[in-house]
């Protein structure tokens, strides 16, 4: 970087010197300037797609799974407010990206009204203001490069989205960049643990362990986001106890370790999950948030008084809480105290009916089916990623075991349809690994055509497209059938048409040969899955349910609305002449 640089030089430079390798985005006139900037240069590669939310959602996949800053460059309104969902879903679920908008010059916001504005000129950058956690148009030649820093600086410490707006007549202007900008590494110091506070919660957790006789790990979220999860290993390793992880975090750790018990999701978890974590007297929870889809919708399974619960600087063990202690610090601090090694022996479960293949019958697949064939693709081949879309495939992948390093990926609390796809083919173009995608048809009708861009960037995803005629996940809950329809595509055909492999595939054995073959060869497959129209995974049902039922007015309403008449409520439980809430 040099000292004055024109705006869209200096992000270029600046990009580049942060990691990044690779922006999504999708032209038009009021960015034109600042894309053509970006495509010009070396070592920083410009993909687009069709539509924006799938620019939005590939590099969400790409800051995922690489684990750097993620960048869109779109132009503004129609392209920006194209963006609102993904980056609203990147909020929720702590991805850092940067949202690159273009915008109309100085001169034409005097006209009173500039194509593409919704309300006034500012209104975007309100929007965006609340879906990220720095929202700035850089207005100001003498202070744009501190502005970018100081973004980037917070989307990378934050783990959430930050947004500038960059008016097309900004990009070639000259602005001074000052020496630490310019002397910069790349890279932004982690927050510090307050010591004295780190070495008590380590002390206080430890004494707890050495007296737990059956202690039990939680893994959740934060361990990836903070990447401590070799950190939670070794402490794993070292307790010898039981790990399981919550919904969010499948994949934090190794699934094939022999002490990992499968995944925690509170009341839908397997019985015998429920039942460890109930006798444990002892509860590390790790990482983990307290929100409906960690925690099944239920409140935790875990007593605060036998628990020490971690989340990013802040520690609870039983009712002592430290701030200032990173996550990190603890699990890696807590590793290293000296503490009792277990010895239980450890089951994984999930919640599949272990049904034997049969070669050559006939009967027609079932979702159980399907994912054990998930399960015994990916137990014989190491290397595939897996991305779950929303929809019947979030319970369901909860149920697939990655093998070796493979990573999991899916919008498990903010749960759009529309992300597995792209976001796909953004990992993959970040981390050039294969992945392999569970979609529903609904998912796929959404943003799947994308997967005709994988040909011309050598993308090759395998997806496994569950085609049950529609969105399946509410048929248990809505009289309307109707409303559940999606029109029929023939998607084995349109994979063929698109420069894939397509192959239909309607019994197990069917899918076992169909995913052999898609393993074998080097463009993009769709494995469409006909499958009866009602069946869905375990979890998806139970859930669907359990939803449903919330969505019901509530006992406590329905009967305060008719106390007068019908005397005392029925949530309340009268006791010695008081009112108390049962
Ligand atoms: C953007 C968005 N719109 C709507 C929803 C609500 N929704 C959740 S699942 C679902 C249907 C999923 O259908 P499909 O992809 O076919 O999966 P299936 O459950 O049938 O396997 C819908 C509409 C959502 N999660 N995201
Ligand atoms: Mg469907």
């Known amino acids: 970087m040099r000292s004055r640089m024109r705006l869209g030089d200096f992000l270029v430079a600046y990009l580049l010197r942060a990691g990044v390798t690779h922006l999504f985005g999708l032209p038009g006139d009021l960015v034109l300037g600042l894309f053509q900037r970006f495509g010009r240069t070396r070592g920083l590669e410009i993909v687009t797609f069709s539509h924006e939310p799938s620019v939005g959602f590939a590099a969400d996949g790409y800051a995922r799974s690489t684990r750097r800053l993620g960048v869109l460059c779109v132009t503004y309104g129609a392209g920006g407010h194209n963006v609102v969902n993904p980056v609203a879903g990147a909020y929720a679920e702590q991805v850092p990206l940067l949202v690159l908008s273009g915008g109309p010059g100085e001169a034409e916001q005097k006209l009173g009204g500039i194509h593409h504005q919704a309300k006034d000129v500012e209104g975007q950058h309100r929007i965006f203001r609340e879906l990220t956690c720095d929202a700035r148009i850089l207005r100001h030649p003498d202070l744009a490069a501190t502005e970018v820093h100081e973004v980037v600086g917070r989307v990378l410490s934050e783990h959430r989205p930050g947004y500038l707006e960059i008016h097309r007549d900004m990009v070639d202007v000259v602005i001074p960049v000052p020496r630490e900008i310019a002397a910069w590494d790349g890279t932004f110091p ?102 409906d889809m960690d925690l099944g919708g239920a409140p935790p399974q875990v007593r605060r008084d036998r628990s020490v619960w971690a989340v990013n600087e802040r520690v609870n ?161 809505t009289p309307r059938q109707d409303l559940l329809e999606i029109p029929p595509w023939p998607y084995a055909e349109l994979a063929q048409a698109w420069g894939g492999v397509g192959i239909r595939a309607q019994t197990r054995q069917e899918l076992r040969e169909a995913l052999r073959a898609a393993h074998e060869v080097r463009e993009f497959v769709i494995v469409e899955c006909v499958v009866p129209r009602d069946d869905l995974s375990p979890i998806s049902r139970r859930y669907i349910r359990a939803s449903a039922r919330k969505a019901r007015p509530q006992s406590g309403r329905a009967a305060s609305q008719g106390r007068a008449k019908a005397g005392p409520r029925k949530d309340v439980a009268v006791r010695k002449g008081r009112a108390a809430r049962t």
């Open 190 to 291: 982690r927050p510090a643990s307050d010591e004295r506070k780190l070495a008590e919660a380590v002390a206080d957790a430890a004494a707890r362990l050495r007296r737990a006789k059956r202690p039990i790990l939680i893994g959740g979220v934060e361990l990836f986001r903070e990447r401590a999860e070799r950190e939670f290993l070794t402490l794993a390793e070292k307790l010898g106890a039981p790990v399981v992880t919550t919904m969010l975090a499948k994949g934090v750790f190794p699934m094939d370790h022999p002490l990992h018990m499968g995944i925690h999701i509170g009341p839908f978890s397997p019985p015998e999950i429920q039942r460890r974590v109930r006798s444990a007297d002892l509860v590390l929870a790790l990482g983990s948030r307290l929100t």
């Open 317 to 477: 063990v039983s009712f002592h809480t430290y701030t200032d202690v990173t996550l990190r610090d603890f699990v890696a601090r807590l590793a290293r105290e000296k503490l009792p090694r277990g010895r239980e022996r450890v089951r994984y479960f999930d919640n599949l009916r272990k049904t034997r293949f049969a070669p050559g019958a006939a009967t027609p697949l079932s979702i159980n089916d399907l994912l054990l064939e998930v399960n015994h693709f990916l137990a014989e081949r190491s290397g595939y990623d897996v991305f779950a879309e929303s929809g019947d495939m979030l319970f369901g992948g909860l149920e697939v075991r990655l093998r070796g390093g493979s990573l999991y990926f899916a919008q498990g609390y903010y749960a759009s349809m529309g992300f597995a796809i792209p976001a796909a083919l953004g990992a993959q173009i970040g981390t050039g690994r294969r992945s392999l995608v569970l979609c529903g048809d609904g998912g796929f009708q959404m943003t799947g055509p994308e997967i005709a861009h994988a040909p011309r960037r050598g993308l090759s995803p395998i997806v496994v497209l569950v085609n049950n005629s529609g969105w399946g996940i509410f048929r248990p809950v």
